[in-house]
């Protein structure tokens, strides 16, 4: 049985105007043939996870399951609509701005979160020196690591101001929102290699236990994939993102582009 469907809408920003990853900022994403600078693939990924949790509130938080791809850009300070359809036990989930689907999903609410064995993931540092990203970055069957993150106190209270989250479930209970776990996903990439432009077109998220302000998050990620497509170079990871070196907080797929092709003039 479908339900109708619910709509959240999100005034867009760009967090990463500013970032070393160029294809956010207006002139060089232009270059690729967008609109301008990309709001980050993670932050709209937040976006599409306000629906779920204002749904299941913290039981999604601690096992929930979300798939998104990202197909067309999102830019800042636009509208985006994100609406969401429940059919049995899932939502499907679409995300549109300026006239044009930028990202589908889907979200749900297993009945509890699958075993998971950390063991399983090799735990590894980032590389010490990062050097231009090549062929070896990203080798299939490769392990790579992350170096620490933490958002507390201010930090953490700001994150949830630049992803135009509402919902006050994370400041009364104090708990993490899981948009900073695809943020640590981003950083396996980026902590391992000095990259151009690239962008995040896919993620796969099973949450495992619900995090805290202030967890220090590291990733552990094996390569699967590394492969060419229309001239786009892509890299895909499975990972387990981790809490304070002793809690899995979730196990994640993420696609990106790592060498996205140019528009040719």
């Known amino acids: 049985m479908t339900s109708p469907s619910e709509t959240y809408r999100v005034s867009a920003y760009n967090t990463s105007k500013l970032s070393e990853n160029k294809i956010h900022d ?141 919902d006050a479930i994370y400041a009364r209970e104090g708990l993490g929102h899981p948009g900073l776990l695809q943020r640590t996903m981003n950083r396996v990439l980026v902590d391992n290699a000095i990259l151009g432009p690239w962008i995040h077109v896919g993620s796969r998220m099973q949450l495992l236990s619900a995090g805290k302000p202030g967890d220090e998050l590291t990733a552990r990620a094996k390569v699967t994939g590394n492969y060419e497509k229309k001239g786009h170079r892509f890299v895909e990871l499975d990972a387990l993102v981790i809490a304070n070196g002793k809690t899995a907080l979730a196990h994640c797929h993420h696609i990106a582009i790592y060498q996205p092709r140019e528009r040719v003039a």
């Open 26 to 166: 207006d002139t060089v994403a232009r270059k690729f043939g967008f609109g301008g600078g990309l709001v980050p693939g993670v932050d709209v990924l937040a976006y599409m996870i306000h629906i779920p949790v204002r749904k299941w509130g913290r039981a999604f938080l601690e096992r929930g399951l979300i798939e998104a791809r990202f197909v067309k850009p999102v830019y800042d300070g636009e509208l985006a609509e994100i609406t969401a359809k429940e059919s049995g036990s899932v939502l499907a989930i679409e995300v549109e701005s300026h006239g044009e689907q930028c990202a589908t999903g889907t979200a749900s609410l297993p009945d509890s979160a699958p075993p998971v064995s950390m063991v399983d993931y090799r735990e590894t540092a980032a590389v010490a020196e990062r050097r231009p990203v090549n062929s070896a970055s990203y080798q299939v069957g490769k392990w790579l690591g992350t170096a620490p993150l933490c958002w507390a106190g201010d930090a953490a209270t700001e994150y949830l101001r630049d992803v135009r989250e509402p």
